[in-house]
């Protein structure tokens, strides 16, 4: 439990730090936007000089994009709620279509609608992208992604079930040991080897477990890939309200 205390205290830090150096970036960006837009504006630039800067508006988006997103996502994961998976699942694979098409993935969905989580949502969302996001990087020749979401009992606790599983290449066994490790990654440039690690760290924040499963191929032909599932715990995350509700019961009582 005091393990589980510092992971996430360390995750509060890690989030309250990205949305400071967020909202320290936001301020000169809306200047570097301004300027640009004059620029853009200014009749005495040439056709190529605006093109570039065209370019340098469309960047510049996305790194506020990005520094929104990085705010949302903390201010989001501050109040726990009531949150549809299946539609949040969705959610994860419309900002992957991209990605899922340009890999020829195929999904294949097994979603029991209105099973709710209880939790964090901008944190949970990033947990799914995460996981969603690898499967994707692990078939870069085309294959399907499975996710699977139900509620259902385990070790004698109800909750939901969150399976992503793909047909990808797979890990050897050294790699599945060292996957939640920090920095730990086996792509080159593309990797950043937080992912998990921060997905670890979000579903321990909501008292949930992970199963991994893992088989690479033998020889060609053989079938391959990975399966994460997930599980988690309703009485997970304690409920703000009802702790307000029960003392003001308590009160009355007495
Ligand atoms: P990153 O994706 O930036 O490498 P992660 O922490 O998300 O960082 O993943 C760490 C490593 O775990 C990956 O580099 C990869 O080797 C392995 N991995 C994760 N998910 C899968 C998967 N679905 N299939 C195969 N390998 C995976």
């Not at 000089?49 to 501050?78: C, K, M, N, P, Y």
């Not at 020749?141 to 004698?156: C, E, K, S, V, W």
């Amino acid at each position: 439990a005091e393990e589980a205390m510092r992971r996430s205290e360390k995750l509060a830090i890690a989030g309250r730090l990205a949305s400071s150096i967020a909202h320290e970036i936001n301020t000169p960006l809306e200047a570097v936007t301004n300027a640009l837009y004059l620029l853009r504006n200014n009749p005495s630039l040439d056709v190529q000089a605006q093109d570039w800067v065209a370019l340098a508006q469309t960047e510049l988006e996305r790194v506020g994009e990005i520094t929104q997103q990085t705010l949302r996502f903390h201010r989001q994961s501050s109040i726990a709620t009531d949150i549809e998976v299946t539609e949040m699942l969705r959610s994860v694979l419309l900002l992957h279509t991209a990605k899922l098409r340009s890999a020829k993935v195929q999904t294949e969905l097994r979603l029991e609608e209105q099973a709710l989580l209880f939790g964090y949502a901008g944190e949970l969302r990033q947990l799914f992208a995460n996981l969603v996001g690898n499967a994707i990087d692990a078939m870069p020749q085309g294959g399907r992604l499975f996710i699977r979401a139900r509620t259902m009992r385990h070790n004698d606790r109800r909750g939901v079930r969150v399976t992503i599983a793909d047909e990808g290449m797979g890990m050897s066994n050294a790699v599945r040991r060292r996957i939640f490790e920090p920095f730990f990654t086996t792509k080159d440039a593309s990797g950043t080897g937080l992912g998990l690690w921060v997905s670890a760290e979000i579903l321990e924040k909501h008292h949930g477990d992970m199963l991994v499963r893992s088989r690479q191929a033998k020889y060609r032909g053989d079938a391959s890939g990975t399966v994460f599932s997930l599980f988690f715990p309703w009485d997970g995350v304690p409920r703000g309200p009802r702790i307000v509700q029960s003392s003001a019961q308590v009160l009355a009582d007495h």
